[in-house]
């Protein structure tokens, strides 16, 4: 397994950014795609994107399309969350996980590493 470490959580007003980075430790990091997810209070664990670990592909959960970007740097075993045009509905801890099941992303159960995940929170 590889072990993850997630930062760059924080306040910020609506239609603020933030950047979220995920830094990997142990097994070969380039041989995971990779996953954000986030989980606000009462409410299940939701994919937001993925990254596959061959080609960079990516893929979104619609409601955040256009305004989130994922992106990994192999060389520094980092995974990022760049998000723009924040909204209080994206308020939530943001977790990243590691899989090697590239077609089972948008499930937590495909994913078998986990971070201890960041808080984001926009205000209104």
């Known amino acids: 397994q590889v072990q993850l470490v997630e930062s760059g959580g924080g306040l910020v007003q609506a239609g603020g950014s933030l950047r979220l980075s995920c830094a990997a430790s142990?097994?070969?990091?380039?041989?995971?795609?990779m996953g954000w997810f986030r989980q606000a209070p009462g409410k299940e664990r939701e994919f937001v994107a993925a990254?596959?670990?061959?080609?960079?592909?990516?893929y979104y959960t619609s409601s955040v399309k256009g305004r989130f970007t994922i992106s990994r740097d192999n060389a520094k075993s980092t995974v990022y969350l760049q998000m723009n045009s924040l909204e209080p509905e994206d308020t939530a801890v943001y977790y990243c996980?590691?899989?090697?099941?590239?077609?089972?992303?948008?499930?937590?159960?495909?994913?078998?590493?986990w971070g201890q995940g960041t808080q984001v929170t926009v205000s209104s």
């Open positions: 990254i596959s670990w061959r080609e960079g592909s990516t």
């Open positions: 996980a590691a899989t090697t099941n590239w077609l089972g992303i948008i499930r937590p159960t495909s994913y078998g590493s």
């Open positions: 142990g097994r070969t990091f380039s041989s995971y795609s």
